[in-house]
């Protein structure tokens, strides 16, 4: 993968991303740290989300309770609380 900085990238973007689409890789760095990958499509089937699973920045959903049983003190369902507290919407 060919480092460029953000200068060259911004200088020569047409150039960069013409052979980006012919299958070459870069990182683009700024004040020499790592900002962005250039990837070509091919290379990046996943989703942004997928990506993001891999890399551990993220974790599925867990089950949601039920909390349409659930009731107050009262004996009263959180549904009915909601619909009272909703009125005539």
């Known amino acids: ?42 290379a990046s089937t996943a989703t942004p989300l997928e990506s993001m699973r891999a890399q551990g920045k993220t974790r599925p959903a867990v089950t949601r309770p039920d909390f349409t049983a659930m009731r107050g003190a009262s004996g009263v369902s959180s549904r009915e609380v909601l619909e009272d507290l909703r009125g005539d919407r």
């Open 1 to 42: 993968m060919t480092v460029i900085s953000h200068r060259e990238f911004r200088n020569n973007s047409a150039e960069i991303l013409r052979r980006v689409a012919a299958g070459e890789s870069f990182v683009v760095t700024n004040n020499g740290v790592a900002a962005a990958h250039l990837l070509p499509p091919s």
